[in-house]
């Protein structure tokens, strides 16, 4: 039995200890990909906070066929969602605070930087799945499972969304080029 299903059955026991630890690897991880999917830091620090205490609250739920941190992403993201739509609600236009929930991970140049041209150019759920699989390194099996759709449809998407990036990043640097030389 590895190591964290131990802890597991201990949270399961009611161990708070045990799950504090648990979930203490995760914390970090959690947080990124949660600024990926809210409008601000604020948000992604209460979408995570929600989503430890659902996780503690649900332990007993969790089954050890599954990996435990597709687990946790899989209530992480409902839980995002649900923060986003009421900012969102609230303040009308989600770049109204000038904030930028990815600034602190980015390069500093936007033309550069991949990542933002993803948040720009994919649907949320294309986006998530691209991070899933290149920050956060999900097999196709465990990022099908977190976003409820099917291995087929996360390769599709998958390639779909790294052909958007390679069309977006191709014109960005066809503009700075002609730009260059205009």
Request: aromatic share 8%.
């Amino acid at each position: 039995m590895s190591d964290e299903l131990q802890l597991v059955d201990a949270a399961k026991s009611g161990s708070v200890d045990a799950f504090t630890e648990l979930v203490h690897g995760y914390r970090e991880r959690l947080l990124r990909f949660l600024l990926t999917r809210c409008t601000n830091h604020a948000d992604a620090e209460d979408a995570l906070q929600d989503t430890l205490i659902n996780a503690y609250r649900y332990i007993g739920s969790y089954d050890p066929r599954w990996r435990f941190s597709t687990w946790l992403y899989r209530i992480a993201i409902p839980t995002a969602g649900r923060l986003r739509r009421e900012n969102l609600a609230e303040l009308g236009d989600p770049a109204a605070d000038g904030a930028d929930p990815l600034a602190h991970c980015l390069a500093e140049s936007e033309r550069d930087n991949l990542w933002r041209s993803a948040r720009r150019v994919l649907s949320d759920e294309v986006f998530a799945a691209m991070w899933l699989r290149y920050v956060e390194d999900m097999s196709v099996r465990d990022i099908a499972d977190v976003l409820e759709r099917s291995s087929s449809w996360t390769k599709v998407n998958l390639l779909r969304g790294r052909r958007a990036l390679e069309a977006e990043m191709n014109q960005t640097a066809g503009n700075a080029g002609s730009e260059a030389y205009g």
